[in-house]
Nanobody
Framework: EVQLVESGGGLVQAGGSLRLSCAAS????????IGWFRQAPGKEREGVLC????????YYADSVKGRFTISSDNAKNTVYLQMNSLKPEDTAVYYC????????????????WGQGTQVTVSS
């Protein structure tokens, strides 16, 4: 059974940090790029950043550049999202997803999705 399980969400004050984890199972992790998406209340889901399985390259949305970092531990089949200098506008449900391609395509190209974890940043 394919599973992507996010963890690490919670409530944090503005300026604080959180680290989200995405644990994958049921598929060949090394063959997939992993992306992080988020959906704020009343807004569409947006891509935040991803890491390519092909060469480890990363993509960051402008809104999180310099604050968020993605990393991967292939031995643990886990991808991490380190979020620093959090802002209230970062409040959202964060999802990880797996893409057999390079991870730079639209959402519908992603094959597997986690259930999401809530991140709330208070001002």
């Amino acid at each position: 059974e394919v599973q992507l399980v996010e963890s690490g969400g919670g409530l944090v004050q503005a300026g604080g940090s959180l680290r989200l984890s995405c644990a994958a199972s049921g598929f060949t992790f090394d063959d997939y790029s992993i992306g992080w998406f988020r959906q704020a209340p009343g807004k569409e889901r947006e891509g935040v950043l991803c890491i390519s399985s092909k060469d480890g390259s990363t993509y960051y949305a402008d809104s999180v550049k310099g604050r968020f970092t993605i990393s991967s531990d292939n031995a643990k089949n886990t991808v991490y999202l380190q979020m620093n200098s959090l802002k209230p506008e970062d409040t959202a449900v964060y999802y990880c997803a797996a893409d057999r391609g390079n991870g730079l395509g639209p959402e519908y190209e992603y094959d597997y999705w986690g259930q999401g974890t809530q991140v709330t940043v208070s001002s």
